[in-house]
């Protein structure tokens, strides 16, 4: 499996960006897939994840009515509004086939005030 993001970059605070995630390979079994985040000297967290149906989700509570994930096949979008300089970190796609986690090679987000 292989996870190719794009989108990202520099946005004043209050402004949107837009992540995207393809996976190729044998994605027959993907569940989930999501996104972590991961900022300079702290930890990697999960930011959101969708289920396989596209129709679960979950999202950290920080993130919580401001982004959105959703899934249509083997993408997944992150829509990343009202952005906070909070926000800065490197944006990791996953996804997890059965007992494996695959990751994208991850992508800068940083929001200036």
């Known amino acids: 499996v292989q996870l190719v993001e794009s989108g990202g970059g520099s946005v004043q605070a209050g402004g949107s960006l837009r992540l995207s995630c393809v996976a190729s390979?044998?994605?027959?079994?993907?569940?989930?897939m999501g996104w972590y985040r991961q900022a300079p000297g702290k930890e990697r967290v999960v930011v959101a994840f969708?289920?396989?149906?596209?129709?679960s989700t979950h999202y950290e509570d920080s993130v919580k009515g401001r982004f959105t994930i959703s899934r249509d096949k083997n993408t997944i979008t992150l829509q990343m509004n009202n952005l906070k300089p909070e926000d800065t970190a490197a944006y990791l796609c996953y996804a997890v086939d059965w007992t494996t986690i695959h990751w994208g090679q991850g992508t800068q987000v940083t929001v200036f005030s």
């Open positions: 390979g044998n994605t027959f079994a993907l569940n989930p």
């Open positions: 969708t289920r396989a149906d596209g129709t």
